[in-house]
């Protein structure tokens, strides 16, 4: 079955420093991956996505994240972190036939960023 | 444009009461989920809906939970009746007709006491 894993429940880093998120996820075929961002009290919201094509994707808020096949991974980086962007971070990848008939995502349990000033 | 509008953001019950979600989708997102959140965790798919067909219900307890998404637009979520292990939060998304982004709606925070 389909699962992501974030290996980290809470990263604190320095306002400024560069930051590393961590995703493995377990899938047969080449996934659709997502990063999702929630603020407290916020619904999640699109960082960035990855199809297929350049293995480096870039989102918002500058972001970026690679899809290393081999590692079967998708980490989240951040060059400098700003004090705005503490909030939990969420993997997640599209289950069998997404974008098809079935369209579900699962996600993994999330990352809690500490922004430290 | 409008995201995706959920009612209530809170609602505090009682066991044994029944409670009601709606969620109101991006105009012409055709897909909606419903997701359940519990604390320290990711988003667990409940149901999903294309247009007014629920395609996807395996997830969803059937014996207390059901869902409606009459004329394939807004939907609402049930429960009846709560027991404690529902205080969670209820999550809409959607997404567009030939789309592969979900967009989120702000969740309903569910406490039963």
């Known amino acids: 079955a389909q699962s992501v894993t974030q290996p980290d429940i809470h990263i604190t880093v320095s306002e400024g420093a560069s930051l590393e998120l961590r995703c493995n996820y377990s899938?047969?075929?080449?996934?659709?991956l997502f990063w999702y961002v929630q603020s407290p009290g916020q619904g999640l919201q699109l960082l960035l996505k990855?199809?297929?094509?350049?293995?480096l994707v870039q989102g918002i808020k500058g972001f970026e994240a690679e899809f290393k096949r081999s590692q079967s991974s998708f980490n989240l980086r951040k060059p400098s972190v700003h004090w705005s962007d503490a909030a939990e971070y969420f993997c997640?990848?599209?289950?069998?036939?997404?974008?098809?008939?079935?369209?579900?995502?699962?996600f993994g349990k999330g990352t809690k960023l500490s922004v430290k000033p | 444009e409008a995201g995706v509008v959920q009612s209530p953001r809170y609602k505090i019950i009682e066991k044994k009461q029944p409670v009601a979600f709606w969620c109101n989708p991006i105009?012409?997102?055709?897909?909606l989920y419903w997701y359940l959140q519990n604390l320290g965790q990711g988003p667990e798919l409940l149901i999903r809906?294309?247009?007014?067909?629920?395609?996807?219900d395996s997830q969803l307890p059937k014996d207390r939970f059901s869902a409606e998404r009459l004329k394939g637009v807004d939907s609402t979520l049930k429960i009846q009746p709560a027991e404690l292990g529902d205080s969670a939060v209820y999550l809409c998304?959607?997404?567009?007709?030939?789309?592969?982004?979900?967009?989120f709606g702000p969740g309903t925070r569910l406490t039963v006491l």
């Open positions: 899938y047969g075929a080449t996934p659709y």
């Open positions: 990855y199809f297929s094509g350049d293995t």
């Open positions: 105009s012409g997102h055709n897909t």
């Open positions: 997640a990848v599209g289950a069998p036939g997404y974008g098809g008939s079935q369209g579900n995502l699962i």
């Open positions: 809906y294309e247009n007014e067909e629920a395609v996807d």
């Open positions: 998304a959607t997404t567009p007709r030939g789309g592969d982004t979900q967009y």
